[in-house]
């Protein structure tokens, strides 16, 4: 059986999550960066202006990245392998080089490496790793000192953290950020981000694609979750399906007979001054209904308002 692990590239997916995540305020997402003239290449690079990242920056990145300064952020994302000391060497030339060939300034290019698994205890003493913070190992050997790991399993659960925790290996971490960030949805996520995370979820706990035997894509990992999203919407009441929608957005495309079907007359036109209801319509059709006599009552009225003035 093909391990459904084996069937996605885990980078495209997290690249795309970061992408629909953080474009929208203010931070560039490239993958597969090109560190020099010809390759190696990097996994993820995030661009922006220089300084501390604003508030709304930084509820969308996790513990470490949030607190960088530099305009230049590489990441790079270990999914379903262990990291090694090669890595831990790899990592930081790509930034060296990239900064090189741009003519950056130190201060201006940072580099992390995101890893789903918990590195072995044996990497971190050799390499001379501490948990500087909970999830966040730091070296002050140089060489490694420049590159921070960002554990996702050993991430602390707070808010800005649990989108990038759905990537944690350990599945009890993996579930808990899936539960808790259904809170989270509105405030940061389109739909498009919103539909990769519920295809993410089902792809990541449901057994229905362990025997899947084709390589799932992001634009796949979207569509299941947009699927799934329009099947569960169909249970829920209308109440739940129209919280948080304005009303103009609920009014959006529907005919204006529709609206007023089944309205009474007197609400229809409850609070609408008596020359707006009257504006347009002729004279004839206005006392169309109007007897004689009433007619006649509201003219001699008039005539002895007009004799009292």
């Given at each position: 059986m093909?391990?459904?692990?084996?069937?996605?590239?885990?980078?495209?997916?997290?690249?795309?999550?970061?992408?629909?995540?953080?474009?929208?305020?203010g931070i560039?997402?490239?993958?597969?960066?090109?560190v020099?003239?010809k390759?190696?290449?990097a996994?993820i690079?995030?661009?922006?202006?220089?300084?501390?990242?604003?508030?709304?920056?930084?509820?969308?990145l996790?513990?470490?990245?949030?607190?960088?300064?530099?305009?230049?952020?590489?990441?790079?994302?270990k999914?379903?392998?262990?990291?090694?000391?090669a890595?831990?060497?790899?990592?930081?030339?790509?930034?060296?080089?990239y900064r090189?060939?741009?003519k950056?300034?130190?201060?201006?290019?940072d580099?992390?490496?995101?890893?789903?698994k918990t590195?072995?205890s044996?990497?971190?003493?050799d390499?001379?790793?501490?948990?500087a913070?909970?999830?966040i190992?730091?070296?002050?050997i140089?060489?490694?000192?420049?590159?921070?790991i960002?554990?996702?399993?050993?991430?602390?659960?707070?808010?800005h953290?649990?989108?990038?925790?759905?990537?944690a290996?350990?599945?009890?971490?993996?579930?808990?950020?899936?539960?808790?960030?259904?809170d989270?949805?509105?405030?940061?996520?389109?739909?498009?981000?919103?539909?990769?995370?519920?295809?993410?979820?089902?792809?990541?706990?449901?057994k229905?694609?362990?025997?899947a035997t084709?390589?799932?894509?992001?634009?796949?990992?979207?569509?299941?979750?947009?699927?799934?999203a329009?099947?569960?919407?169909?249970?829920?009441?209308?109440e739940?399906?129209?919280?948080?929608?304005?009303?103009?957005?609920?009014?959006?495309?529907?005919?204006?007979?529709?609206?007023?079907?089944?309205?009474?007359?007197?609400?229809?036109?409850?609070g609408v001054?008596?020359?707006?209801r009257?504006?347009?319509?002729?004279?004839?059709?206005?006392?169309?209904?109007?007897?004689?006599?009433?007619?006649?009552?509201?003219?001699?009225?008039?005539r002895?308002?007009?004799?009292?003035?």
């Amino acid at each position: 059986m093909t391990n459904k692990v084996e069937l996605i590239d885990w980078h495209e997916p997290f690249a795309e999550f970061l992408e629909l995540l953080l474009n929208p305020v203010g931070i560039e997402v490239l993958s597969e960066i090109q560190v020099m003239s010809k390759p190696p290449r990097a996994d993820i690079l995030l661009l922006r202006n220089v300084g501390p990242h604003t508030e709304e920056q930084r509820q969308r990145l996790c513990d470490a990245v949030r607190d960088s300064h530099a305009s230049h952020i590489f990441i790079e994302f270990k999914y379903s392998e262990t990291i090694t000391e090669a890595h831990l060497i790899k990592a930081p030339a790509y930034g060296i080089f990239y900064r090189e060939s741009k003519k950056l300034k130190p201060s201006e290019v940072d580099t992390f490496i995101v890893s789903s698994k918990t590195p072995s205890s044996q990497l971190i003493e050799d390499a001379g790793y501490r948990w500087a913070e909970e999830g966040i190992l730091r070296s002050q050997i140089p060489g490694f000192r420049m590159t921070p790991i960002i554990s996702l399993n050993d991430l602390p659960n707070t808010p800005h953290n649990l989108l990038f925790k759905v990537f944690a290996s350990k599945l009890k971490q993996k579930r808990l950020a899936f539960d808790k960030i259904k809170d989270r949805r509105a405030d940061v996520m389109s739909g498009e981000l919103s539909a990769l995370i519920i295809g993410l979820q089902k792809i990541m706990l449901s057994k229905e694609f362990e025997m899947a035997t084709e390589t799932i894509t992001s634009e796949e990992i979207k569509r299941i979750g947009m699927a799934y999203a329009k099947r569960m919407m169909k249970d829920f009441p209308v109440e739940e399906r129209l919280e948080g929608v304005p009303f103009k957005e609920r009014l959006k495309g529907v005919p204006l007979e529709e609206r007023l079907k089944g309205v009474p007359l007197e609400e229809r036109l409850k609070g609408v001054p008596l020359e707006e209801r009257l504006k347009g319509v002729p004279l004839e059709e206005r006392l169309e209904d109007v007897s004689d006599e009433e007619l006649l009552r509201l003219l001699e009225a008039r005539r002895k308002a007009g004799r009292n003035h």
